[in-house]
């Protein structure tokens, strides 16, 4: 299989704090993962590109001071919302991206369950 | 700039009929083309990935087809099931200047109602 994980399911913080969502490929390695962002009745939308031992890509307006992502493990990814605010109440999903072992654009992202924040 | 629009929003069909969802996405240039399901408030689950090489895939009751020159994608569910109830999301990977590790550009989905 390939699973994905992430940690919390759901958390809610104050308005001014931090927090940290965990992403994890269990059962395979991911140099890539992804991170986007649902509001309620809309779609996906990518927040940033996740590379193992590099700087993350950001999409164009996706603060990238607020949102700080480390990939510091070929099986994890962490996204920190900082200084939160209620407007950054959302949903937040992660992929992964397999390794393979060829040279393939083709390839399958893998989702996990996602974590809703909740910014009072 | 991709875009992917989903056709119909929302749909309500009673329980056994067959139905066909849309998807139709602005630029032609994509590696692939996946279709998604999705509970309410949990994450997604893969249901078919068209390459861009191909015309469809099948996995039991559902067929996915992929028209790239027309930049359309039908999802087609047959004898439709009560637990089949949720949001449809399309979603392609564009052929763009991120290289080879672009994310999905989604669709806002459709949401599905199996009337039992």
């Known amino acids: 299989g390939a699973v994905v994980s992430q940690h919390p399911s759901w958390v809610i913080c104050k308005s001014g704090t931090s927090v940290k969502i965990e992403c994890r490929s269990l059962d395979f390695q991911a140099t890539t993962m992804f991170w986007y962002r649902q509001f309620p009745k809309q779609s996906l939308m990518l927040m940033a590109t996740?590379?193992?031992?590099?700087?993350?890509?950001?999409e164009q307006g996706v603060e990238k001071d607020k949102f700080l992502i480390n990939h510091a493990s070929l099986t994890l990814s962490t996204l920190t919302v900082t200084s939160a605010h209620p407007e950054d109440s959302s949903f937040y999903i992660c992929?992964?991206?397999?390794?393979?072992?060829?040279?393939?654009?083709?390839?399958?992202?893998?989702f996990g369950p996602g974590t809703r924040l909740t910014v009072t | 700039k991709q875009e992917v629009t989903q056709i119909p929003a929302a749909l309500s069909v009673p329980e056994g009929e067959n139905l066909v969802l849309n998807c139709s996405f602005t630029?032609?240039?994509?590696?692939?083309l996946q279709w998604f399901r999705q509970d309410p408030g949990k994450g997604l689950t893969s249901l078919l990935l068209i390459q861009s090489s191909q015309r469809e895939q099948t996995s039991g009751r559902l067929n996915a087809s992929l028209d790239k020159s027309s930049g359309r994608s039908t999802l087609y569910i047959a004898a439709s099931q009560p637990g089949d109830s949720a949001t449809y999301l399309c979603a392609v990977r564009p052929r763009g200047s991120g290289g080879g590790a672009d994310g999905l550009t989604f669709g806002k989905g459709t949401h599905l109602i199996i009337q039992p």
């Open positions: 996740s590379n193992e031992g590099s700087k993350a890509t950001y």
């Open positions: 630029d032609s240039a994509i590696y692939n």
């Open positions: 992929s992964a991206r397999r390794d393979r072992a060829y040279l393939d654009f083709s390839y399958e992202q893998y």
